[in-house]
């Protein structure tokens, strides 16, 4: 058998999804659009600091679907990596690791994520 025919790898054909590592990914993905509204919000400072024409420009964005749909994802992606962020810090100090407690908390986390970003936009967008 050549190495053209051979797979590439079997852990796409063999193992299942963890969650562990689901949630890890979910994790690193996060922070990447947490970076991205960073932009966003540095877009607003600019603006800001462009007089009061380019800030309600902005403002007028960010009030309409596209900025609320960027603030909810952020929202949300904030949640997330704050809960999950507090997740790996209890790991850190040798909470938690063992499966049971790993699965427990890493379904809390995305039981607890939809419920606070509700709770949040709620409180911001009453």
Same mark, same amino acid.
């Given at each position: 058998?050549?190495? @053209?025919? @051979? *797979? #590439?790898? *079997? %852990?796409?054909? +063999?193992?299942?999804?963890?969650?562990?590592?689901?949630?890890?990914? $979910? %994790? @690193?993905?996060? $922070? +990447?659009?947490?970076?991205?509204?960073? #932009? +966003?919000?540095?877009?607003? #400072? +600019?603006?800001?600091?462009? $007089?009061? $024409?380019?800030?309600?420009?902005?403002m007028g964005f960010m009030a309409g679907i596209p900025g609320r749909i960027l603030v909810g994802g952020a929202v949300v992606a904030f949640v997330y990596h704050f809960l999950n962020g507090i997740r790996h810090l209890a790991w850190d100090t040798g909470w938690g690791l063992d499966l049971k407690r790993a699965y427990a908390t890493g379904y809390a986390v995305l039981g607890l994520t939809p419920v606070l970003s509700a709770l949040v936009l709620w409180l911001l967008w009453g």
């Amino acid at each position: 058998m050549s190495a @053209r025919q @051979r *797979p #590439l790898s *079997p %852990h796409l054909q +063999v193992y299942k999804p963890q969650l562990t590592a689901a949630t890890s990914i $979910g %994790h @690193r993905i996060s $922070g +990447v659009l947490l970076c991205g509204f960073a #932009l +966003v919000m540095s877009w607003g #400072l +600019v603006a800001l600091a462009g $007089g009061q $024409g380019s800030y309600e420009a902005f403002m007028g964005f960010m009030a309409g679907i596209p900025g609320r749909i960027l603030v909810g994802g952020a929202v949300v992606a904030f949640v997330y990596h704050f809960l999950n962020g507090i997740r790996h810090l209890a790991w850190d100090t040798g909470w938690g690791l063992d499966l049971k407690r790993a699965y427990a908390t890493g379904y809390a986390v995305l039981g607890l994520t939809p419920v606070l970003s509700a709770l949040v936009l709620w409180l911001l967008w009453g």
